[in-house]
């Protein structure tokens, strides 16, 4: 039976120390906690790596973060050669904060593109230095310099980040919300989290369980690197921190 693990990162996506303790040990060596701020691998964002910290001060080195049978078991997974913690063990959790913070800053600046681009999003993956929204479009309004100076313009704007809660009823009378084409976010739970930008939302709001960072102007500076044909109507914008390299 699946453990339920709270998601401290939810309601703070900038907690990156936390006290957990051990609830189960998985045929895999995977650490279950009743608690948690690594983020588990999901919507195109990684999961969190750093360390659990035992009473004596040694370390528990974590390689990678996942879920379990559900999206609410959240799963540590050792890197090789780790020690196995007792059930029932307090720990001390230390997420690799420059890391997570890149992914929190880019995840966000997934959003923001899709804003500038708004068609419907066939894929996406969030990485440290690079990150790739996929979207179907038939005919592409713009190029690389003015797609970068639109998102540019909404970071410069630092429009504040929040999460609302909705229910599943009000995400089905806003189809509008949900902007992949292909994949629909979990209902039945009897309540969605978006993520709002802009005062009232007024620059944009979707379902989302991923981290963010709180202000747009965090996200600093960005530029669309590269922009690939994948199909006839489908096209991969690929962001990168930095400024645009001159032409």
Known sequence: MPHTVKALFRDDAYLSVAEGKVVAINDRGGIILDQTCFYATSGGQPGDTGFLERADGSRIEIAATVCGETKDEIIHV?????????????????????????????????????????????????????????????????????????????????????????????????????????????????????VCIGKDASVDSQPCGGTHVTETGEVGEIHIGKIEKKGRENRRFRIRFGPAPAQ
Not at 82 to 90: F, H, L, R
Request: net charge negative.
């Open 78 to 194: 050792p890197a090789p050669d780790q020690p196995v913690p007792e059930i029932g063990e307090a720990l001390t959790l230390h997420i690799d904060w420059d890391r997570r913070y890149k992914l929190m800053r880019m995840h966000t600046a997934c959003h923001l593109l899709t804003v500038v681009c708004p068609y419907p999003i066939t894929g996406a993956s969030v990485g440290e230095e690079e990150s790739r929204v996929d979207f179907d479009i038939p005919e592409l309004d713009g190029d690389k310099a003015s797609i970068s100076a639109g998102l540019m313009q909404l970071v410069e704007g630092n429009h504040p980040i929040y999460t609302e809660t909705i229910s599943d009823a009000d995400l089905a009378a806003n189809p509008g919300l949900v902007k992949s084409k292909n994949v629909r976010p979990p209902t039945g739970s009897g309540s969605i989290r978006l």
